[in-house]
């Protein structure tokens, strides 16, 4: 089966710049997805096709994926973008895979 | 952007099977191509794909969960559904539905709001 790793937690200050790492194997291959998640609410889109931004999305948030992992960006970190963020990626015969999710805190 | 909305028996014991329906408004299931989705997540724990439909009845399965897991549509209802046979307390989760694009490659959105379903006895 095909793994996806992320760091469980991420600790930034206010208007600093978060990165939450995504890696797995030869991943730069694939495409991959970044959602946000709020406590006790479900998940969010914020990028897709690592580097494009759905609607609605602040332009704060980026992605980059390239070798082995990818990149979730958070410039100007604010308190509003503290949640769990998962990074998502397809591989056969595996099918859909999630990472395991990291808690970003904003402090 | 269209919504999705689970319902379903939240409360089950072993054995039994699960249950569970993801209505769909804004656009219709049984055309284009997006695929419908199941996505589950244990408490305080990560996201795991269960798998998703196509329009015309297609589906793929998270390999783990193949032989227990049903997804199918109801295009006259707009709406589709999840039976998985056989459940344990490990089965125990909320249970988001989403809309899925991009083929092969599938990302997910929107989300419904989850429903939780406990397995105990």
């Known amino acids: 089966s095909y793994d996806l790793t992320q760091p469980p937690s991420v600790s930034v200050s206010p208007g600093q710049t978060a990165s939450i790492t995504c890696s797995g194997d030869?991943?730069?291959?694939?495409?991959t997805f970044w959602y946000q998640q709020k406590p006790g609410q479900s998940p969010v889109l914020v990028v897709y096709r690592d580097t494009k931004r759905p609607s609605g999305i602040s332009e704060r948030f980026s992605g980059s994926n390239s070798g082995n992992t990818a990149t979730l960006t958070i410039t100007g970190t604010q308190t509003m973008d503290e949640a769990d963020y998962y990074c998502q990626a397809w591989d056969s015969p595996s099918g859909v895979v999630f990472g395991g999710g990291t808690r970003l805190t904003v402090l | 952007q269209p919504q999705l909305q689970e319902s379903g028996s939240g409360l089950l014991k072993p054995s039994q099977t699960m249950s569970l329906t993801c209505a769909v408004s804004?656009?219709?299931?049984?055309?284009?191509?997006?695929?419908w989705s199941w996505i589950r997540q244990p408490p305080g724990k990560g996201l795991q794909w269960i798998g998703y439909?196509?329009?015309?009845?297609?589906?793929y399965y998270n390999p783990s969960l193949k032989s227990r897991a049903t997804i199918s549509l109801d295009t006259s209802e707009n709406r589709f559904s999840l039976e998985l046979t056989s459940v344990t307390a490990a089965d125990t989760a909320v249970y988001f539905c989403?809309?899925?694009?991009?083929?092969?490659?599938?990302?997910?959105?929107?989300w419904g709001h989850g429903i939780l379903v406990t397995v105990s006895s």
């Open positions: 439909v196509f329009p015309g009845g297609v589906t």
């Open positions: 989403a809309r899925g694009d991009g083929l092969g490659e599938t990302w997910f959105d929107p």
């Open positions: 030869k991943l730069g291959d694939k495409y």
């Open positions: 804004g656009v219709s299931v049984g055309s284009g191509t997006y695929s």
